[in-house]
């Protein structure tokens, strides 16, 4: 049974710092694509970075800077360094693992930057 269980979301203000974690398990960690995704309130998801096997990265620019994607693959878990956080960065975040024979989501985990 594949489980992604994301975990260190919160409250936050803006300008601060959060770290998100996800565990992954039942499936070969080291080969699968893991991914960051968020949905903002009212809106779509959309990717926040990107990790291939390799360890390649990927950001849209509107995290490009502020947000590092890891991976720990004796551990099976990657991570999401989130910094300078801005109101707009408030959403469920989602953690993906992503590769050719599946495509397994995370819960979520919620993140609201607010003074």
């Known amino acids: 049974q594949v489980q992604l269980v994301e975990s260190g979301g919160g409250l936050v203000q803006p300008g601060g710092s959060l770290r998100l974690s996800c565990a992954a398990s039942?499936?070969?960690?080291?080969?699968?694509?893991m991914g960051w995704y968020r949905r903002p309130p009212g809106k779509q998801r959309e990717l926040v970075a990107e990790i291939t096997s390799a360890g390649s990265t990927n950001y849209p620019d509107s995290v490009k800077g502020r947000f590092t994607i890891s991976r720990d693959n004796a551990k099976n878990l990657v991570y999401l360094q989130m910094n300078s956080l801005k109101p707009e960065d408030t959403a469920v975040y989602y953690c993906?693992?992503?590769?050719?024979?599946?495509?397994?989501w995370g819960q979520g985990t919620q993140v609201t930057v607010s003074s």
């Open positions: 039942g499936i070969s960690f080291s080969l699968y694509r």
């Open positions: 993906n693992g992503k590769l050719a024979v599946g495509n397994y």
